[in-house]
């Protein structure tokens, strides 16, 4: 039986409640992470120093979702845009969004560059293993042997080489000192909070974040509920779930 | 004037201890609560959701309000209100 009640959701702070439902697909990974790192601004307090950057892709359906300054820039140049405000206005907590194409794909190279020079942000990339917004192609992340439109028989590593793996390559690359990289996934939320708190304190202290996180893609998997979760299980046994890089005096 | 939300509104589950909430203007019907329920007492609803396919509600003998399907739910559908 539907009623009419006066209150609403329970959204965090740093969410936009006006908007209503979310742009995202049913099921879409990245309303869990959004909604996460939402809880974690909010409890960290960082709601007037937070500046969130979307990418192109579906990462940019989240331009009206929090409820913080927003940009949008395409292509992963959301980490050059959000670190040239964090080096303009050291005080501020930037947030770089993005999904795999932008960030190991056609933004790779900002990318390595901003965990070169350590630069003062915090990466997300979240990895549904293929190009959601353009209808579901091969993506650098895309497992062996998986169907996708661009590779309707499986993917075959011997043609298109192996998946990329995100977080190992920039956990090689990244200061010890200054660096937490690690990957989460979105079927165990409280720890995926846990890792954003760690994250989001190292940007705070200055330093550099990169947290890559399993997510979900229903429509394009082409999966019912059940076999979405299940999907997620075997992505997380092909890319580990761990924190690779984490300075000294981070809790 | 309030604002008021359309809701399915379950009361007094988990032995009375809590109220089960789904807006029917957020839920998109993924399902993906469903599995993630521990008790496995969530089933499909006959009220739709925002796109016109089944909400969801739960069994109020077997759901515990351990708000799992609050946490889950990607699009803030669900509030579990504990009393």
């Known amino acids: 039986m539907i009623e009419m009640l006066e209150k609403g959701p329970r959204l965090a702070k740093a969410q936009n409640a006006e908007v209503g439902a979310s742009k995202f697909c049913p099921g879409c990974g990245h309303g869990m992470i959004l909604k996460t790192l939402a809880q974690t601004i909010d409890e960290l307090e960082l709601n007037d120093k937070a500046v969130f950057g979307c990418d192109i892709g579906c990462s940019l359906l989240s331009w009206n979702y929090m409820n913080v300054d927003t940009v949008q820039t395409h292509h992963g140049r959301t980490t050059p845009v959000i670190y040239g405000v964090t080096r303009a206005n050291p005080d501020l907590v930037g947030i770089a969004y993005m999904g795999d194409g932008g960030g190991l794909a056609i933004g790779s190279q900002h990318l390595v560059n901003a965990a070169v020079r350590s630069e003062n942000l915090l990466i997300i990339v979240a990895n549904n293993t293929n190009y959601g917004m353009t209808g579901g192609q091969m993506s650098p992340t895309t497992m062996p042997g998986q169907k996708t439109e661009t590779t309707p028989y499986g993917r075959d590593c011997d043609v298109t080489g192996r998946p990329a793996k995100g977080a190992e390559m920039v956990a090689s690359i990244a200061d010890p000192e200054k660096s937490f990289v690690a990957r989460a996934s979105v079927s165990n939320l409280r720890k995926l909070k846990a890792t954003f708190k760690k994250a989001l304190k190292n940007v705070d202290m200055g330093g550099f974040s990169f947290v890559e996180v399993l997510s979900v893609c229903p429509l394009n998997w082409r999966t019912n509920n059940v076999q979405t979760w299940d999907r997620l299980k075997t992505m997380e046994e092909f890319f580990e779930v761990k924190d690779f890089v984490q300075r000294e005096g981070l809790e | ?83």
């Open chain 2, 1 to 83: 004037m309030t604002k008021t939300h359309k809701a399915i509104k379950v009361e007094n589950v988990a032995k009375g201890k809590a109220d089960w909430h789904l807006y029917t203007d957020y839920c998109k019907g993924c399902g993906l609560c469903i599995v993630k329920c521990p008790k496995k007492c969530l089933n499909w609803s006959k009220e739709v959701g925002i796109y016109q396919t089944p909400a969801v509600e739960p069994n109020p003998e077997e759901c515990i309000g351990c708000g799992t399907c609050e946490l889950v739910c990607p699009d803030n559908a669900i509030r579990v209100e504990k009393k």
